[in-house]
């Protein structure tokens, strides 16, 4: 199993960023999937995810109006678009399989991960 993030970046506040997450060595579609996040010192948040079929969505009440999650089974890809990026949103961005749906704020409730994008915001 292998999760590839791309995507991060500077951004000023206000702005947009879309990260994408390209999985392989498993049965994408058949997975809910999840947008994890971690800032500097801060503990692990989750995000957002989304069910295998990807019609069923949820997110995080600090992402809610902001953020949002799709896939494309497919392309076997995960994306967040990020919008209104506020300086509290800086963190290191995961895409994650958890061991169980919806997954949580706990590395111990996913059994793989990717090596994160980076996403600052900041004027």
């Known amino acids: 199993v292998q999760l590839v993030e791309s995507g991060g970046g500077l951004v000023q506040p206000g702005g947009s960023l879309r990260l994408s997450c390209a999985a392989s060595?498993?049965?994408?579609?058949?997975?809910?999937m999840t947008w994890v996040r971690q800032a500097p010192g801060k503990a692990l948040e989750w995000v957002s995810g989304?069910?295998?079929?990807?019609?069923?969505?949820s997110y995080a009440d600090s992402v809610k109006g902001r953020f949002t999650i799709s896939r494309d089974n497919g392309k076997n890809t995960l994306y967040l678009q990020m919008n209104s990026l506020k300086p509290e949103d800086t963190a290191l961005y995961y895409c994650a399989r958890p061991k169980k749906s919806p997954g949580g704020s706990s590395w111990k409730l996913y059994d793989y991960w990717g090596q994160g994008a980076q996403v600052t915001v900041s004027s």
């Open positions: 060595g498993f049965t994408f579609s058949s997975y809910y």
């Open positions: 989304v069910n295998g079929g990807g019609v069923y969505t």
